[in-house]
């Protein structure tokens, strides 16, 4: 009686078993154990962007770079993850021979919580320069943005350890902020400091809006100014009409 009650036990142990294997995902390895295949993840691709402006004036933190005359400006940027490298070039005017300047940068861009920074450098070059002249400029950058419904608000910080040849260090910190008025018109605005340790420091500020016709055509209206007319002509208030295509 024992024996018969043994012998029904284990067969249906064995007969559970073989239930519970029939009905396991079966794998490569030959037994019952399921084992969860990882879900394939596309490959991320590198993300190209293209853009051409054309501008009344080129305005670099309040100065005019061209004369007052009209620029035109191109760049290139590649964005792969968190990372991105990017060139440009447009056409400048400092009445010494130099008529071009390209720019380099490189960088990333991560996230935390709901702030997003861009940590980086970017490198000022100057074609057909004198000879013994030497205004090329490499520049640290940190920045950090975050938005607020429609408002985005952002703060930046710039360093030289060179500025354009003088062979002193110079800093640049800016505040910005944006809102979204439409999804295709939005108005914008920053004030920025230059601080150059040989002297001539000076402030600028700027205010306009920008119209998206398309996703790739923007039409954008700025007023510029400075706190050192002292200077000159270049540095003195600037309307700009830049019209700019992406793609």
């Excluded at 239930?19 to 030959?30: D, N």
């Excluded at 608000?153 to 060179?162: D, E, M, R």
Aim: without cysteine; glycine residues 10%; negative net charge.
């Amino acid at each position: 009686m024992k024996s018969s009650l043994a012998l029904s036990i284990v067969s249906l142990v064995v007969l559970g078993m073989n239930a519970a294997y029939a009905e396991a995902p079966q794998t490569g390895s030959g037994t019952g154990t399921a084992i969860a295949e990882p879900p394939e993840v596309p490959p991320q691709m590198p993300v190209f962007n293209f853009n051409l402006t054309a501008a009344s004036n080129y305005i670099f933190r309040g100065v005019s770079q061209t004369e007052n005359h009209a620029v035109m400006l191109g760049s290139a940027k590649i964005s792969y993850d968190h990372f991105y490298a990017a060139a440009g070039a447009e056409n400048v005017d400092f009445h010494n021979g130099i008529d071009a300047e390209y720019d380099l940068s490189a960088g990333w861009t991560p996230s935390l919580d709901e702030f997003n920074f861009d940590l980086g450098a970017i490198r000022y070059g100057y074609l057909n320069a004198p000879t013994h002249v030497s205004i090329d400029t490499i520049e640290a950058r940190g920045a950090v943005s975050r938005k607020f419904g429609k408002i985005k608000l952002g703060v930046a910080l710039n360093y030289t350890p060179n500025y354009f040849g003088t062979k002193d260090s110079g800093t640049y910190f800016e505040g910005n902020a944006a809102y979204a008025i439409t999804d295709q018109l939005a108005a914008s605005g920053a004030v920025g400091h230059q601080a150059i340790s040989a002297g001539d420091s000076f402030s600028t500020w700027n205010l306009g809006a920008s119209y998206a016709f398309t996703k790739n055509l923007a039409l954008d209206l700025r007023y510029f100014d400075t706190d050192s007319h002292r200077f000159g002509s270049l540095y003195f208030s600037h309307y700009v009409a830049a019209l700019k295509l992406g793609f």
